[in-house]
């Protein structure tokens, strides 16, 4: 992206966003990757419960990818869709990891309740939501890392919030 001047800004983008609705209808309960066509050299990158596949002898799930030229556009969507069998007034729980250009990646659990909303946030907002909620708090006691690493994911966290190019885009306004 190009700046005043003809300066080269340094924003953060999505890489990459992996769900997995984990509650809901059966046969919407899979896991899928987006990947961001639009950075330069993007691959789909498995980790965790992502890196493993429907066994069709078995009858499990499969692994859906998607490669995007608007990933947020496309993950709203995709939600959205989801949203529309979730339940009002309780969530459906929807495990995600977004992997950011910058390196830094931020996994959680998406409680998804009618319309693809938690807590009447879409995925994004939720998901900035809740790293802004952990850079302004004490590290629960819940999470196993020590206090280096904590703090160590919460500068990564810090510089990803205020570099992520997240202006302008048609998701800012739900």
């Known amino acids: 992206m190009e700046g005043l001047f003809g300066v080269e800004l340094n924003m953060v983008e999505i890489k990459q966003v992996s769900l997995w609705r984990a509650e809901g209808r059966h046969e919407e309960c899979y896991p899928i990757i987006f990947v961001n066509d639009k950075i330069e050299d993007n691959h789909f990158e498995y980790h965790g419960r992502w890196d493993r596949d429907w066994n069709a002898e078995v009858e499990r799930w ?18 959205a869709d989801w949203g529309k069998t979730a339940p009002k007034g309780a969530y459906d729980k929807t495990d995600f990891l977004v992997h950011f250009t910058n390196g830094f990646s931020y996994a959680g659990r998406f409680d998804m309740s009618y319309g693809g909303l938690d807590g009447g946030e879409h995925f994004f907002k939720s998901v900035r939501s809740r790293m802004k909620f952990y850079i302004d708090n004490e590290r629960p006691a819940w999470i196993p890392c020590s206090v280096e690493e904590w703090d160590e994911n919460i500068k990564a966290m810090r510089e990803t919030l205020a570099e992520w190019n997240w202006d302008g885009h048609p998701d800012d306004k739900n």
């Open 62 to 79: 499969q692994l859906v990818g998607r490669v995007s030229d608007d990933i947020r556009q496309d993950v709203l969507e995709h939600m």
